[in-house]
């Protein structure tokens, strides 16, 4: 069964500290990978996407990994910033012959401190 | 202002009673989602279309219909027969349904069954 698992599953950290999320997928054969960030009561927005060839991302201060031998992602977040407290989701996509499917993580909700 | 547009923002309906949820957008995109998110759990896709007047069943449509008169225009029918209807409701577009193509979401309608 394809599965995305998120850990942890919640975090607090003081502000100005970093911090990195883990993300491990059993999608086979897979496309791409993308981290969402999700504000309370919002819809969520595309930080990165990684392709299969893709090692590392950065977007600002944050920064996603890829191992797809291994089916690990990591999103990085240096520095933090209160406005960084969210739930971020990892989605994985299935290649175009298995559906092209999306799918979703259950999230990491992050709570950054002042 | 381009963008997706869900409403309304919040939602009460008694049991028994049909509820349709509204999602627009201005983005000129071809495909439409709709999910449904709840607490712990990842997005699960209800239906998608890809293109005007037609449209798919995603994982969980029981319960669920919807329609593509319009390109702009995809609402989501909550009916009776939907047993666990209070979710966070969570619509979606992009420019086609490929490989590589952003998901946008949109706000969110945070349904409730009293």
């Known amino acids: 069964k394809n599965q995305v698992e998120q850990s942890p599953q919640s975090l607090i950290i003081l502000e100005g500290k970093n911090c990195t999320l883990q993300?491990?997928?059993?999608?086979?054969?897979?496309?791409?990978l993308r981290w969402y960030k999700q504000d309370t009561g919002r819809g969520p927005v595309s930080l990165t996407i990684?392709?299969?060839?893709?090692n590392t991302k950065s977007n600002g201060r944050y920064t996603a990994t890829l191992d797809a031998d291994t089916k690990q992602s990591s999103l990085h977040i240096t520095a933090s910033q209160l406005s960084d407290s969210a739930s971020y989701i990892c989605v994985v996509r299935a290649s175009r012959e298995y559906g092209n499917k999306l799918v979703f993580g259950a999230g990491t909700i992050l709570r950054v401190k002042s | 202002d381009g963008g997706i547009t869900q409403s309304p923002k919040y939602l009460f309906r008694k049991e028994g009673q049909n509820v349709t949820l509204s999602c627009e957008q201005n983005l000129n995109h071809d495909a439409m989602y709709w999910y449904r998110q709840d607490p712990g759990q990842g997005l699960r896709l209800i239906y998608y279309s890809q293109i005007v007047n037609d449209f798919q069943k995603g994982d969980i449509a029981e319960g669920y219909s919807v329609s593509r008169e319009k390109k702009e225009s995809f609402p989501l029918t909550v009916t009776s027969a939907q047993k666990n209807p209070t979710a966070f409701y969570l619509c979606?577009?992009?420019?086609?349904?490929?490989?590589?193509?952003?998901?946008?979401f949109g706000p969110g309608t945070r349904l409730t069954v009293l």
């Open positions: 990684m392709t299969f060839s893709e």
């Open positions: 979606a577009s992009s420019r086609s349904s490929g490989d590589y193509n952003e998901q946008f």
């Open positions: 993300c491990n997928y059993t999608v086979s054969p897979f496309s791409n």
